[in-house]
């Protein structure tokens, strides 16, 4: 009969056996874990980001309009009608690759197109608009930078589709392109004008 020292009459300590298995075992639960979190990621795009506004309302916001255009934009201006909403800079490299596109979107009245400038200098993008065209129905000026925050931009550009009663339905991270304007972009414009 063990003693109230844990010693048995032989005089040899009885160890527990069971918590040095478990010792054993957490070492192999945690590569299983680290495995089956690698195997998940591995289905995921890197080029998608999540956002937590999909399916929410636009942000309340008011913003100026950029310098020598007449209509800012502000979050009332994203209800009644799907719209696009652009972020773009004109310091943005990439954003110079899909200006072309978004000028064809314009010219053939595909969806309207709102622009948000993002933290430009207040004549650089008059500037750059006036140069290259200017697809943006309204166009408001972020100067700071506190609208895209609100939106969840991780860096320009950006495009969102907006519903007609103002919900985020869906965000771009990264320049529009012909196939996703095509496979995702316009079949989700279709959807929400039904």
């Not at 003693?3 to 478990?22: D, H, N, Q, Y």
């Not at 709102?114 to 006036?130: E, F, N, Q, T």
């Not at 930078?145 to 939106?151: F, L, M, S, T």
Request: hydrophobic share 45%; proline share 8%; net charge positive.
């Amino acid at each position: 009969m063990p003693s109230s020292s844990g010693m048995t009459r032989e005089g040899i300590a009885k160890r527990p056996v069971f918590p040095s298995r478990l010792l054993f075992l957490v070492p192999a639960l945690a590569a299983i874990a680290l495995i089956v979190a690698f195997a998940l990621g591995l289905d995921r795009d890197p080029n998608v980001l999540p956002s937590t506004l999909i399916g929410k309302q636009v942000p309340e916001f008011s913003l100026p309009p950029v310098k020598g255009r007449s209509l800012g934009l502000a979050s009332g201006d994203l209800r009644g009608e799907v719209s696009l909403v652009n972020v773009f800079a004109s310091w943005c490299v990439a954003c110079r690759e899909e200006h072309p596109l978004l000028m064809e979107m314009k010219a053939q009245g595909i969806v309207p197109i709102h622009g948000i400038d993002y933290k430009d200098k207040l004549d650089d993008a008059a500037r750059w608009l006036d140069a290259i065209g200017d697809p943006y129905t309204r166009t408001g000026a972020d100067i700071g930078g506190r609208v895209a925050i609100d939106w969840g931009v991780y860096g320009v550009p950006e495009t969102y589709v907006i519903d007609r009663t103002g919900r985020i339905a869906f965000k771009q991270v990264g320049p529009i392109t012909q196939q996703l304007l095509r496979e995702t972009i316009m079949p989700l414009v279709e959807r929400l004008r039904r």
